[in-house]
């Protein structure tokens, strides 16, 4: 079956501009992750849906973000006046269930976003 | 605040040798624990994962945890130049929200 998808692929914008990224989990997945990964840096945990509810947010780095996930599939991250430092790639995974513990997260290939 | 560290590498491995990747967690609350293999421009795979202490073996790769010394590692048996990527270890808690990742290490493995 079809894996994670994500696009665009690549996005170049201008800072200040807003951009939004999708994600299309694999089919029947509930939960739903965002991460960022920056020029040699590890993973960074965003956000997560249990279903189309988020329970903890905090990990969004500042207001400017944020994301929704509708009808328990698709989600869609939105950066609001993108700024050079939000240059990274953004990475979606999805799991059967939302627990930890064993479920397994499948990536995406990613959302290159350069911020100029 | 929750941390997985890992030694960034380059580890150099000769063919077919065993490649040892190491990586501590600060979290003592950590329950469960995952390997990774990012080749560069791609997206993480998951290798496997472990939450009871001791070995778990899948094909030529084993992991091992010890939550006494908070210290999880992955070896791999009769390693390839494939196996050239950065391991990124990840740490979760049981109901949970996403993983935290250290920073990888970069393992080649030289023919």
């Known amino acids: 079956g079809a894996g994670v998808s994500q696009s665009p692929s690549n996005k170049v914008t201008e800072k200040g501009k807003d951009v939004e990224l999708r994600c299309d989990p694999i089919?029947?997945?509930?939960?739903l992750y965002w991460y960022r990964q920056s020029l040699g840096q590890g993973l960074e945990f965003l956000i997560y849906?249990?279903?189309?509810?988020?329970?903890?947010k905090s990990g969004l780095p500042s207001d400017r973000f944020s994301a929704e996930r509708t009808g328990g599939s698709v989600s869609t991250l939105t950066i609001q006046r993108t700024q050079q430092e939000d240059s990274a790639v953004y990475l979606c995974?999805?799991?059967?269930?939302?627990?930890?513990?064993?479920?397994?997260?499948?990536f995406g290939p990613g959302t290159r976003l350069t911020v100029l | 605040q929750k941390e997985v560290e890992q030694n960034s590498g380059p580890l150099s491995v000769p063919e077919g040798a065993i490649a040892s990747l190491n990586c501590t967690y600060s979290?003592?609350?950590?329950?469960?624990f995952f390997w990774y293999r990012q080749y560069s421009g791609k997206s993480p795979e998951l290798i496997m994962f472990?939450?009871?202490?001791g070995d778990k073996e899948d094909g030529r790769f084993t992991a091992q945890l010890n939550k006494a010394s908070q210290y999880v590692s992955l070896l791999i048996r009769d390693s390839q130049p494939s196996d050239s990527a950065t391991y990124l270890c990840?740490?979760?808690?049981?109901?949970?929200?996403?993983?935290?990742f250290g920073k990888g290490t970069h393992l080649i493995i030289q023919p």
């Open positions: 990840a740490a979760t808690k049981w109901g949970a929200d996403g993983l935290t």
């Open positions: 089919s029947g997945h509930t939960a």
């Open positions: 472990i939450y009871s202490n």
């Open positions: 995974a999805s799991s059967p269930s939302a627990g930890g513990g064993t479920d397994t997260q499948y």
């Open positions: 979290d003592r609350g950590s329950q469960s």
């Open positions: 849906f249990q279903g189309n509810s988020a329970p903890d």
